[in-house]
């Protein structure tokens, strides 16, 4: 990956109608890098794309491709290729001319074409489909037609805006698997658009977290993940137990009136704070073990998930999540022990 800033965003604003849907957008986007906005519905993902691609102009701010600003640079000319969240294919062309629209719009050579497409329907696994009509492929094969179509150009950079979002899980598993794949061979930058965590997790080099128009935290999925920001983040990027607690000083905090050591510093003394632990760090002990960093509680339910057990546990008027190998009962009493590192302190969301 290289250390080029191909895209950068400076303070980028949009306003629909007095409404915001973006505020003061600051990022950057590197050569070759998978970068993934990720958000709830509405957060102004979309929004953010289509100023990248030019189809909407912002209300304030800069983007810059290689250094020039592009205020004035349209869609066609900017660097960029866009897979939309329906991909629209051409019903009356078959796989083959699909892909080659593109291509025959630039009035190619024959044969050029003709190798280019054949090279990338091989890439998506589409070769001996030359002739199908797109309406005898299944969503999956019509993805990759899409995807096809975008990459015979040649972009530097791929917008992708949910593009899996109407494939069914087993295929959206396999998408995500192959789009990556495409993506480190061929040395392209994605800027892809999900609602989706764990696609966002498993396929990006960066992730950006959007609620409301506003960048909450960007990072790798390990930062992402490991270190939320805040109380949105940590519980949009995955099922957390989120509760209010009170830094009472540096590695020590309270909270359901109990005090616990962990490992975090710089909050201030008798502050109030949000308090997350991830489910599976989270250990069932014995009753009798249960000393410091640790409580009794009784479980209240417990869910069978394949390769653990999803149970919950009130301790203290506060229902645990709890991810766990152990076998335990409902309405058994057990230890529940949360070590220094599994208590992430963060600053109350806004
Ligand atoms: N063309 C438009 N006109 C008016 N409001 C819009 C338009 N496009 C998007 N919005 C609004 O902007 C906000 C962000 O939308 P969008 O970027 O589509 O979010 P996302 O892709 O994250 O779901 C939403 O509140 C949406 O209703
Ligand atoms: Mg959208």
Redesign the pocket.
């Known amino acids: 990956m290289g250390d080029k800033h191909l895209i950068e965003l400076f303070n980028i604003s949009?306003d629909?109608?007095g409404?915001a849907?973006?505020i003061n957008i600051n990022l950057y986007i590197k050569n070759g890098e998978f970068l993934t906005?990720l958000?709830?519905?509405?957060?102004?993902?979309?929004?953010?794309?289509?100023i990248i691609a030019g189809f909407?102009q912002p209300s304030s701010g800069r983007v810059l491709m290689d250094g020039k600003d592009v205020a004035k640079t349209p869609p066609y000319k900017r660097k960029v290729n866009t897979i939309f969240q329906k991909y629209a294919l051409f019903p009356h062309l078959n796989v083959f001319d699909n892909v080659a629209f593109g291509l025959k719009i630039k009035k190619l050579p024959k044969e050029e074409i003709s190798a280019r497409v054949n090279s990338l329907l091989e890439l998506v696994n589409l070769k001996g489909f030359e002739k199908r009509w797109i309406e005898q492929l299944s969503g999956g094969q019509q993805q990759r037609v899409a995807i096809a179509r975008a990459l015979v150009n040649e972009p530097e950079v791929l917008l992708l805006?949910?593009p899996l979002g109407a494939l069914d899980l087993q295929l959206r598993k396999g998408m995500q698997v192959e789009l990556k794949r495409m993506q480190q061979r061929l040395g392209i930058t994605f800027i892809y658009?999900t609602?989706d965590q764990e696609e966002a997790l498993t396929m990006s080099d960066t992730i950006v977290v959007?609620k409301d128009?506003i960048i909450q935290q960007i990072g790798t999925p390990q930062d992402i993940y490991n270190e939320p920001k805040n109380a949105f983040v940590a519980d949009f990027i995955g099922e957390s137990n989120i509760l209010p607690g009170i830094m009472a000083h540096d590695y020590s905090v309270r909270f359901l009136g109990r005090e616990f050591e962990c490992v975090d510093a710089g909050f201030g003394t008798e502050q109030p704070v949000e308090v997350v632990v991830r489910p599976e760090d989270v250990d069932i002990i014995p009753i009798s073990a249960v000393s410091k960093n640790a409580m009794e509680g009784i479980v209240k339910s417990v869910l069978f998930m394949g390769v653990h057990y999803e149970i919950q546990v009130v301790a203290y008027g506060f229902t645990w999540t709890v991810h766990t190998t152990d076998a335990v009962s409902a309405g058994e009493t057990v230890g529940l022990e949360l070590l220094p590192d599994a208590i992430h302190i963060m600053r109350p969301s806004l």
Request: negative net charge.
């Open positions: 949009k629909y109608e409404d849907a973006l906005l958000g709830p519905s509405g957060c102004g993902k979309t929004t953010m794309l289509r909407v805006d949910e658009v609602h959007l128009g």
